[in-house]
């Protein structure tokens, strides 16, 4: 082989292995599906969540479109505006069992992630802003969410400067795992984020580890945004990045 074609077959490999490295890059960055909200409507109900209990709706926050949880018009014991057929489409002919507990926890508004079917191992993150709310302004992400309404939620609170991993089972609420002065004031911009591998679950605030515990079982569910009563709070950038 003559030093010319030696060049060029060196040259070709490193193209090749640079083509495939960004390949690689980009089959990692599409497993990661994030929404922003960007398309959606302004003053409209999201297309991307489904609301099960509270008034959600799409705002502008210094002209970024965010999703808004609005408790301004909350009431206790009320569910969404069209509950049923959500349900019904989220688990088809077990939306009935869905109902009754749904309707137990009317006390927390929460909607469903659209784009994940099911969620058992990775990171789930977003950005919260919490607005007002006398009795509460609760910013949690929803995760592994059963056919029976049963699930878990990792929820940050400014009004009580804590992070907590609380189970909802049967109609009934519990904690799991509480953390306190983890601060995140009202009227900012903060990052919560939930680790899943199996059971073992961690919880981050603006990218520092407070919580991590181990589940009865393993993780396995759909996924949304939690929040409590009578809390108006800003989401943004909601990401889920499964892993095997």
Do not use: C
Not at 5 to 23: E, R, V, Y
Not at 127 to 151: C, E, M, S, V, W
């Amino acid at each position: 082989m003559t030093k010319f074609k030696q060049l060029m077959f060196t040259a070709l490999l490193s193209a090749s292995s640079f083509i495939i490295s960004l390949g690689i890059q980009a089959e990692e960055a599409s497993s990661v599906i994030v929404e922003d909200f960007s398309a959606e409507q302004v003053g409209a109900a999201p297309q991307t969540f489904s609301p099960a209990v509270g008034h959600w709706l799409i705002g502008v926050d210094e002209g970024n479109q965010v999703l808004v949880v609005d408790g301004r018009k909350w009431r206790r014991g009320q569910a969404s505006v069209g509950l049923a057929d959500k349900a019904r489409a989220l688990y088809g002919e077990r939306y009935a069992e869905f109902l009754d507990n749904v309707k137990a926890y009317a006390y927390y508004p929460f909607a469903v992630f659209e784009r994940v079917d099911n969620f058992s191992n990775g990171v789930i993150s977003m950005r919260f802003k919490a607005i007002a709310g006398r009795i509460d302004q609760g910013a949690g992400i929803l995760f592994d969410l059963k056919p029976n309404g049963d699930y878990y939620a990792l929820r940050a609170n400014p009004l009580e400067n804590n992070l907590v991993l609380w189970r909802f089972k049967q109609g009934k609420r519990s904690s799991v795992s509480w953390v306190r002065k983890v601060r995140t004031p009202s009227r900012q911009w903060h990052r919560l984020t939930l680790k899943v591998k199996g059971n073992q679950v961690k919880g981050e605030v603006n990218g520092k580890q407070y919580l991590a515990f181990q589940l009865p079982e393993p993780v396995s569910g759909k996924v949304g945004i939690w929040t409590k009563a009578d809390s108006v709070v800003f989401f943004d950038d909601y990401q889920v990045e499964p892993k095997p």
